[in-house]
């Protein structure tokens, strides 16, 4: 028993590394939580403090990364980039025209690898052949389409 009392902070730290590799396999974040709490009770062990003192400093260290810490660790694990999926992940990309753009007729461009039926986004401008565009909006299969002035060295 005196070997026990003496070597308190080895059996706790037994006890974290054990849940931390339980927590590899359930990886919902709460065995870990636990683990620190006996990495608490290890060094209030290590310290000195009575077998008491270091069930409470363990139950009050996990309690609180619990409650504190594992919300905002799970939220984060959970948030994921924004998805753009079908035409909306073209929106802001450059094309190139490859037929001549006006208010009155439709024309064409080259994004993304494929032809595109396009308009320009303002009906009054006029997008010349060969000019850098910017998709502005996808309605349907057209793009609408707004020159990208170039830039003078």
């Known amino acids: 028993m005196d070997w026990l009392s003496d070597h308190a902070w080895a059996v ?8 931390g590799i339980a927590e590899l396999l359930s990886l919902d974040l ?14 209030t062990a290590a310290a000195g403090g009575a077998v008491v ?3 409470i400093v363990a139950a009050l260290v996990a309690i609180g990364m619990l409650w504190l810490v594992r919300p905002s660790l799970v939220a984060r694990l959970h948030q994921g980039p924004d998805l753009k999926l079908g035409t909306g992940k073209l929106i802001g990309q450059r094309a190139t025209v490859t037929q001549r753009i006006t208010g009155l007729a439709t024309g064409q461009i080259r994004l993304a690898g494929e ?18 565009v910017e998709v502005l909006e996808i309605r349907g299969a057209t793009a609408y389409v707004h020159p990208v002035p170039e830039l003078e060295p």
């Open 53 to 55: 003192l270091q069930l």
């Open 30 to 43: 709460v065995l870990v939580m636990l683990a620190v709490g006996a990495l608490g009770g290890a060094v």
């Open 115 to 132: 032809t595109w039926t396009a308009a320009p986004y303002d009906e009054h401008i006029v997008i010349e052949s060969g000019e850098t």
């Open 12 to 19: 706790w730290v037994g006890i974290a590394a054990f849940l």
